[in-house]
């Protein structure tokens, strides 16, 4: 399976998304923000890490890449694509994830980590030897919040 991994200017996590997607048994397709092609892959990851920083909206940006203008029809049309850290960042100004993103005003971020589940065909972390499931590593401040 070919899947293409997006680098955008000032990406940080390109190299770590190729990775796995070989290490999982796919064929990682680099794909350059100003391409205007997908290159026939079967699905897309847009990695996380940025150096620009949240306040310049580096989403709300990226959406005129002429990469998303082929990849925003291929997934309307059932192509899957996997948006980590800031590459949902990037879907989000396109409106391909449904739903909808509030603001944390209270800025109440909880900071544990999230619980992992394997399945059959998905090699995982063991359970820890107590029996209790693996655990991640501790997610950004910004990933999870609550309001009071």
């Not at 999230?114 to 399945?119: A, F, I, K, M």
Request: with cysteine; aromatic share 6%.
């Amino acid at each position: 399976m070919k899947i293409g991994v997006v680098t955008f200017p000032g990406s940080l996590d390109d190299h770590d998304a190729s990775r796995a997607v070989r290490v999982a048994g796919g064929e990682p397709v680099s794909l350059w923000h100003g391409d205007d092609s997908l290159r026939e892959v079967d699905a897309v990851v847009l990695p996380g890490g940025f150096s620009y920083g949240d306040y310049l909206r580096a989403g709300a940006i990226a959406r005129f890449a002429p990469v998303l203008s082929a990849l925003i029809p291929a997934a309307r049309g059932g192509l899957p694509v996997l948006g980590l850290c800031h590459g949902f960042q990037i879907l989000w100004p396109s409106h391909l994830p449904p739903g909808a993103v509030s603001q944390d005003h209270h800025r109440n971020c909880l900071r544990r980590p999230p619980p992992l589940h394997g399945q059959p065909h998905v090699p995982a972390r063991p359970p820890h030897p107590d029996g209790s499931p693996a655990r991640g590593p501790r997610p950004p401040a910004r990933s999870v919040s609550a309001r009071p």
